[in-house]
């Protein structure tokens, strides 16, 4: 594996921590309610319109709103800006994790979870993979079954693709959980203010990304300096 493929992946294991803590710190903090994907909200905004709670109704589609301008400011800030995403979904990710802290135990579990399903949308469009996989970095479902499929069809055939595959999404499935401790420590400890554990992920992600930018700037400069001086 080339030395900046092996970084990416560094950094998106990083990532999928992040991804796990926001999904442990919201189950564990807003009455098990799941703030990384949109299925259970969407699914609970259909049952109180048809049984006509109006409030209810305002507040679940409220988060699927802010979940869907996530995904669309993701596109038009790639395509349109030259703002560097990495560091733009690290920081909205620290952003939400500052407003978590400050919110109060007593609010709706699901208007408490806005700033993480505004964080988590931004953050599948920006982490969505290395080593050429596709991979969110905020739930688990498909990285479980790219991880049974793949080590199963090694099993089968002894092909090291598949190997390299499975190992992969494993090494997803043990960051996001890895994630999901740190938010169990941090609310054992902590309880709503825990969400302050997320910046170490954060912090180590967003020192990998500097160094995967940077780290070849300077290697050019010093060859640079070192062929004037010859």
Not at 13 to 33: D, H, K, P, Q, W
Not at 48 to 69: D, K, M, T
Not at 148 to 167: G, I, N, Q
């Amino acid at each position: 594996m080339k030395k900046q493929e092996q970084l990416d992946t560094y950094i998106h294991y990083c990532m999928c921590a992040m991804g796990g803590f926001f999904g442990g710190y919201a189950i564990l903090n807003r009455c098990e309610v799941f703030g990384s994907s949109q299925t259970a909200n969407l699914i609970n905004l259909v049952i109180n319109l048809l049984g006509r709670n109006l409030s209810e109704c305002f507040i679940h589609f409220g988060a699927a709103a802010l979940y869907v301008a996530a995904l669309a400011l993701a596109v038009v800030l790639m395509k349109r800006t030259r703002l560097h995403m990495r560091y733009v979904s690290i920081f909205i990710d620290f952003v939400a994790i500052l407003i978590l802290c400050c919110l109060p135990a007593d609010m709706d579990p699901m208007l408490g979870l806005y700033p993480i399903f505004f964080a988590t949308a931004m953050q599948w469009s920006v982490f969505s993979g290395a080593q050429g996989f596709a991979s969110a970095s905020i739930f688990s479902t498909n990285n479980v079954k790219q991880t049974v499929s793949s080590f199963t069809a090694y099993l089968c055939d002894k092909e090291k693709e598949h190997l390299v595959k499975a190992k992969f999404y494993g090494g997803v499935l043990l960051a996001y959980h890895l994630g999901v401790v740190l938010a169990y420590i941090g609310f054992i400890y902590l309880g709503l203010q825990g969400a302050v554990f997320g910046v170490l992920p954060l912090l180590l992600a967003a020192g990998l990304v500097f160094y995967a930018e940077e780290s070849p700037n300077v290697k050019n400069k010093i060859k640079v300096a070192f062929s004037e001086k010859l």
